[in-house]
């Protein structure tokens, strides 16, 4: 059975860091990624991170957010630096299978950045 556990959100001021983490239990996913969806809009793609490596970022957060994987621990963290009040938003994270490229969402977490 498939899981994948969200945990590090939560209430920041701009200008401030947060780590989420992503736990998956279960198989060993190929690409591994966060999304993120604010009230009224569509869930959009973060970051994502294959299995050797390779990253991809949003424009709006490059530079900004950093996407890592430790494959032993089948765990994706997204460091979040120079927090902005328009990255808060509910952070889901992502995993795809090797086999057959299936989908798992995570419960989400929330991430608020306000004075």
């Known amino acids: 059975q498939v899981q994948l556990v969200e945990s590090g959100g939560g209430l920041v001021q701009p200008g401030g860091s947060l780590r989420l983490s992503c736990a998956a239990s279960?198989?060993?996913?190929?690409?591994m990624g966060w999304y993120r969806q604010a009230p009224g809009k569509q869930r959009d793609l973060v970051a994502r991170i294959t299995l050797g490596g390779g990253t991809d970022y949003a424009v709006a957060v490059k530079g900004r957010f950093t996407i890592s994987r430790d494959n032993a621990k089948n765990t994706v963290y997204l460091q979040m630096n120079s927090l902005k009040p328009e990255d808060t938003a509910e952070y889901y994270c992502?995993?795809?299978?090797?086999?057959?490229?299936?989908?798992?969402w995570g419960q989400g977490t929330q991430v608020t950045v306000s004075s």
């Open positions: 992502n995993a795809k299978t090797i086999v057959g490229s299936v989908g798992y």
């Open positions: 279960g198989r060993l996913f190929s690409v």
